[in-house]
């Protein structure tokens, strides 16, 4: 059955306008009036709806089930990802989403080749969304994950936060793997260097205010891998996957 974000209020019985994207999507893979969709707003559970009216530009719906359906990781993963070439963090946000990512943090490091006006910012987390709502859709989440705008790593780094953040370089000497197997599950932020890797300046002020640094074993993987196969890798451990 189609998946779709609907960020809106969704009740049962109530007859609902889709947003125009929706709309347009449903009439490009050809649905018809009568045919069962799937509908979530982001506040959890999702919803079964038939399509009552299609018209050229509007679509609407009759919302006839609710399931309290969750498929959220029991721990809260935020991946702290330095700033990559290209599209790649297009890939990163998507696959993030897919395992279970609670939140994703874009970090402008020392070596990151990309720097971001304003303008482009927020032209790129606009973007951005649009990849977690999808990923979403297509993953079966019923909860987006949270992409907040890009900051400085110096800045973010020296914010207080309850979550074990942990650092992840070739240089560690116990793995992510390793650590994982002796310590419960809970919330944590992965933090991702660019292509090139952190600065040891940077690995220096993030252990100094509390990172633990782990590797991701004897390989040295690109940074379009490394969050990925990390997140991955905790929920292995942690009986998530």
Same mark, same amino acid.
């Given at each position: 059955m189609p998946r779709f974000y609907c960020p809106q209020a969704l009740a049962l019985g109530t007859i609902v306008t889709l947003p125009d994207h929706v709309a347009h999507h449903i009439q490009v893979i050809r649905l018809n009036t009568g045919d069962y969709i799937t509908l979530f707003n982001g506040e959890g559970g999702e919803y079964t709806a038939t399509i009552s !009216?299609? #018209?050229? %530009?509007?679509? !609407?719906? #009759?919302? %006839?089930l609710f399931e309290p359906r969750e498929v959220e990781l029991p721990y809260a993963i935020t991946l702290a990802q330095a700033l990559p070439e290209a599209s790649k963090m297009d890939w990163i946000i998507e696959?993030?989403?897919e395992l279970g990512a609670h939140a994703i943090q874009p970090l402008a490091s020392q070596r990151c080749v990309v720097r971001l006006s304003a303008e482009r910012a927020a032209?790129?987390?606009?973007h951005w969304q649009g990849i977690v709502v999808a990923a979403s859709e297509q993953s079966g989440r019923n909860r987006l994950t949270t992409l907040t705008e890009p900051v400085d790593f110096n800045q973010w780094t020296q914010q207080q936060d309850l979550h074990v953040r942990i650092m992840l370089s070739p240089r560690a000497e116990q793995s992510l793997s390793d650590w994982a197997r002796h310590?419960?599950?809970?919330?944590?932020a992965l933090m991702i260097g660019p292509e090139g890797g952190f600065t040891d300046k940077e690995e220096n002020l993030a252990i100094a205010h509390g990172?633990?640094?782990?590797s991701m074993g004897p390989r040295v993987l690109r940074t379009e891998t490394a969050g990925v196969a990390a997140v991955a890798a905790?929920?292995?451990?942690w009986g998530a996957m």
């Amino acid at each position: 059955m189609p998946r779709f974000y609907c960020p809106q209020a969704l009740a049962l019985g109530t007859i609902v306008t889709l947003p125009d994207h929706v709309a347009h999507h449903i009439q490009v893979i050809r649905l018809n009036t009568g045919d069962y969709i799937t509908l979530f707003n982001g506040e959890g559970g999702e919803y079964t709806a038939t399509i009552s !009216t299609i #018209e050229k %530009k509007r679509v !609407t719906v #009759e919302v %006839k089930l609710f399931e309290p359906r969750e498929v959220e990781l029991p721990y809260a993963i935020t991946l702290a990802q330095a700033l990559p070439e290209a599209s790649k963090m297009d890939w990163i946000i998507e696959k993030a989403v897919e395992l279970g990512a609670h939140a994703i943090q874009p970090l402008a490091s020392q070596r990151c080749v990309v720097r971001l006006s304003a303008e482009r910012a927020a032209k790129k987390l606009q973007h951005w969304q649009g990849i977690v709502v999808a990923a979403s859709e297509q993953s079966g989440r019923n909860r987006l994950t949270t992409l907040t705008e890009p900051v400085d790593f110096n800045q973010w780094t020296q914010q207080q936060d309850l979550h074990v953040r942990i650092m992840l370089s070739p240089r560690a000497e116990q793995s992510l793997s390793d650590w994982a197997r002796h310590h419960p599950p809970q919330s944590v932020a992965l933090m991702i260097g660019p292509e090139g890797g952190f600065t040891d300046k940077e690995e220096n002020l993030a252990i100094a205010h509390g990172a633990l640094m782990l590797s991701m074993g004897p390989r040295v993987l690109r940074t379009e891998t490394a969050g990925v196969a990390a997140v991955a890798a905790l929920n292995a451990v942690w009986g998530a996957m």
